[in-house]
């Protein structure tokens, strides 16, 4: 009897350290995922100030409104998420070769001559579908067979990158914002109600262009 009792004793205090072991293993994977997901934020919110200083940069020397709204979203690709046209991210085999495909296509973004789209861009055209979780986010409405099924609106609370640029005597002030950017951690929920935060950037410079454009 003293024999199975011990027996009874010691599987009783295996249990015990496996399920401790998987509190333990549960807390440390919480904490793992939110410094993950703190982190996600801060470089994107880092990314958009960078974003921000280039789009003033841009405005300061004379470029238009346009341009300043597409070098702003340039510099943000980094914290943008996978692109969504002209091609996509799955297309490509690797990073590097996405990365040489954007070195050749940047250029012709900042010409008007080549469409691109990241998922956190967002689109405002009404022609495209604008809702992320599409799948035939980026594509033009009325397209595949996906998009038959497809409720996107301009007003749904999906992630977009929005460039603000105002000139004001001698000074430009661009504001840069990615809006609903999502939460994608997983557990991120155990830290907030919310899906998504936005995160804002303004850089105010000297607007030098007045200097030589008269």
């Known amino acids: 009897m003293g ?3 011990g027996n009874n004793k010691r599987n009783g205090e295996k249990g015990s350290a496996i399920i401790e072991s998987l509190m333990t293993i549960m807390v440390l994977m919480l904490i793992l995922f939110g410094l993950m997901q703190l982190f996600h934020v801060y470089l994107a ?13 841009s405005a300061a020397v004379g470029f ?23 091609r996509t991210s799955a297309e490509f085999g690797s990073a590097y070769s996405q ?19 990241y998922e956190y861009w967002g689109n405002s055209n009404e022609l495209y ?17 996906s998009a038959l099924n497809c409720e996107c609106c301009d007003s749904c609370d999906v992630p977009s990158a929005v460039v603000g640029c105002n000139r004001f005597g001698d000074r430009v002030t661009v504001n840069f914002e990615f809006r609903n950017y999502p939460f994608r951690m997983p ?3 155990a830290f907030t109600n919310e899906d998504s935060i936005d995160i804002n950037a303004k850089t105010q410079l000297t607007n030098h262009s007045d200097s030589y454009l008269r």
Not at 70 to 86: C, D, F, N, V
């Open 64 to 86: 238009a409104d346009y341009l300043v709204n597409r070098e702003a979203k340039i510099q943000a690709i980094p914290a943008s998420g996978p692109m969504t046209a002209y």
């Open 3 to 5: 024999h199975y009792a």
């Open 45 to 57: 919110d880092n990314v958009a100030k960078f974003a921000s200083f280039r789009g003033a940069r």
């Open 187 to 189: 557990m991120y929920h």
């Open 129 to 145: 579908h604008a809702d992320y979780r599409c799948p035939s986010y980026g594509l033009l409405k009325g397209s595949g067979d």
């Open 99 to 117: 990365f040489y495909y954007e070195r050749t296509m940047v250029p012709r973004f900042m010409a008007g001559e080549q469409w691109l789209n």
